[in-house]
């Protein structure tokens, strides 16, 4: 991934989580009830574990790391999305019985995200093996071997 890429993803993230700050001490003011109504804590959560998991998964398919590093991305915008989820059931007062299955629908599609984005990537050895011509260890130290006793 390009470092302006990466360093536009931090960036948005650092936003999502001033401005989240900023909403919820703006919220938190007596006066301005009427106009955030009662954007507290859970709301700024929300905000901020949200345009973070975004960002996180969108990080994973963009980046041009392998494997492991892919799969970390996914999984830690996961467990953003969950965290994000759970405060929006917070915030609305939804009841109790939607917060595992919301958990476990996020959970499903982002395995399911990073099984795609991660299954048909190229390994960082897999090129001198595909070689027709392509000898391993002992070969080449046989043959070096046999060179040096010439």
Known sequence: ?????????????????????????????????????????????????????GVMVLYGIFTSNVGSYKRLYFLLGAIFAIVAVVSLISALTLPNGVLVPSIAVIAMTLVVICLVF???SKKWDIGDNQDSEYKNYYQRKAEQDNNNLD
């Open 1 to 53: 991934m390009k470092k302006s890429l990466s360093v536009f993803f931090n960036l948005i993230i650092g936003l999502a989580f001033l401005s989240a700050a900023i909403l919820w001490l703006l919220g938190s003011l007596p006066d301005t009830e009427d106009v955030f109504g009662s954007f507290d804590f859970s709301w700024a959560l929300v905000l901020a574990t949200g345009v973070t998991a």
């Open 118 to 120: 991660t299954s048909y």
